[in-house]
Nanobody
Framework: QVQLVERGGGSVQAGGSLRLSCAVSGRTLSTYTMGWFRQAPGKEREFVAAIRWSGNSTPYADSVKGRFTISRDNAKNTVYLQMNSLKPEDTAVYYC?????????????????WGQGTQVTVSS
């Protein structure tokens, strides 16, 4: 069983930055494709970014491309999402997800394990 715990959410003004982290326990991170999703009130959960278990490909949603960066530290069993130039429309609960030896999925169904989420609020 894999457990995911997100940290790093909070409130920030537009233009600011936050770094989210997702600590993975129970299995070795290097065998999991990891994704970040977000869900705003009244909206469906949407893809933000992913990083393949081999670490050599990182797709992003168009809405965050050039502003967000996903990375992983297998030695620390942790995945990160660096978020820069934040906008009010980035406000959402952010979720970390994992798929064992998975492809670079961009839908909720592509992932088997989920964290509890962390709130990010960006004010104008």
């Amino acid at each position: 069983q894999v457990q995911l715990v997100e940290r790093g959410g909070g409130s920030v003004q537009a233009g600011g930055s936050l770094r989210l982290s997702c600590a993975v326990s129970g299995r070795t991170l290097s065998t999991y494709t990891m994704g970040w999703f977000r869900q705003a009130p009244g909206k469906e959960r949407e893809f933000v970014a992913a990083i393949r278990w081999s670490g050599n490909s990182t797709p992003y949603a168009d809405s965050v491309k050039g502003r967000f960066t996903i990375s992983r530290d297998n030695a620390k069993n942790t995945v990160y999402l660096q978020m820069n130039s934040l906008k009010p429309e980035d406000t959402a609960v952010y979720y970390c997800a994992a798929a064992y030896l998975g492809p670079l999925g961009v839908t909720v169904k592509d992932y088997d394990y989920w964290g509890q989420g962390t709130q990010v609020t960006v004010s104008s």
